[in-house]
């Protein structure tokens, strides 16, 4: 089993940046791919973006494309997600979790983090 705690959420402006954080114990988390989701208020929670264990494999939602970079180092159990060009819509709270079958949908992940709020101002 994984647990999972994320960090590095906050306020930013439009166009700005931030870098979120996901660390991992159990002995598991090198072998697993992972992923990020988020959801907004009033909103279900959506796929953001996916990496395989080897970190060689990485899947983004159309929404995110060009913009987010999903990153893992096995060695310190830590998976990032790096937000650039920040816009009011990609507010919400992030989630991290561990993919445990192929899909994207949420049943496809499971051992969720308890989440970090992210908050662009426009």
């Known amino acids: 089993q994984v647990q999972l705690v994320e960090s590095g959420g906050g306020l930013v402006q439009a166009g700005g940046s931030l870098r979120l954080s996901c660390a991992a114990s159990?002995?598991?988390?090198?072998?697993?791919?992972m992923g990020w989701f988020r959801q907004a208020p009033g909103k279900e929670r959506e796929f953001v973006a996916t990496?395989?264990?080897?970190?060689?494999?990485?899947y983004y939602a159309d929404s995110v494309k060009g913009r987010f970079t999903i990153s893992r180092d096995n060695a310190k159990n830590m998976m990032y997600l790096q937000m650039n060009n920040l816009k009011p819509e990609d507010t919400a709270v992030y989630y991290c979790?561990?993919?445990?079958?192929?899909?994207?949908?949420?049943?496809?992940?499971?051992?969720w983090g308890q989440g970090t709020q992210v908050t662009v101002s426009s």
């Open positions: 979790a561990v993919r445990t079958s192929s899909g994207l949908r949420q049943a496809d992940f499971g051992s």
């Open positions: 159990g002995r598991t988390f090198s072998t697993s791919a």
């Open positions: 990496i395989s264990w080897a970190g060689s494999t990485t």
